[in-house]
């Protein structure tokens, strides 16, 4: 075998083993995706049924469980949140993010003084308060 016989061989050597490693990560694409969509899907069926259970009665949700689907649901988008929000319309849940998102800059959580320092109580109602304990 000469020198370019077996760099050809080399060469086709090399070619078959990425053929072969972009077989097996395809295949193993293929298999995660089948595997989480199996996921999603007992997911979906076991809410479900747990919606089932609880009838037609409205859910409170917390402020904190809003804020938790509203991120959530943002990224997700209004077609797919279509097909799988049953807590609340996808209009209600993408509302929920666009008021969070209104009320990170609007200023009213932050109770700020000049010079960006927080405000604690007023000294006048410190003194007030040590003045009316006997």
């Not at 009665?57 to 949140?81: C, F, I, P, Y």
């Not at 998102?101 to 006048?124: L, Q, W």
Request: charged content about 35%.
């Amino acid at each position: 075998m000469g020198i370019v016989e077996a760099r050809e061989w080399t060469r086709s050597r090399e070619r078959r083993c990425r053929y072969r490693c972009s077989f097996l990560a395809a295949w193993f694409g293929v298999w995660l995706g089948r595997h989480q969509q199996r996921l999603i899907e007992y997911q979906k069926e076991e809410i479900r049924t747990l919606r089932g259970r609880l009838g037609s009665r409205r859910q409170r949700l917390t402020d904190a469980e809003r804020r938790r689907l509203a991120v959530l649901g943002k990224d997700l988008g209004r077609k797919a949140l279509a097909e799988i929000a049953t807590l609340a319309t996808p209009h209600t849940i993408l509302r929920w993010y666009r008021d969070l998102f209104a009320r990170k800059y609007d200023g009213s959580s932050t109770n700020r003084g000049p010079a960006g320092r927080a405000r604690g109580r007023s000294s006048s109602s410190r003194v007030l308060e040590i003045m009316s304990i006997p």
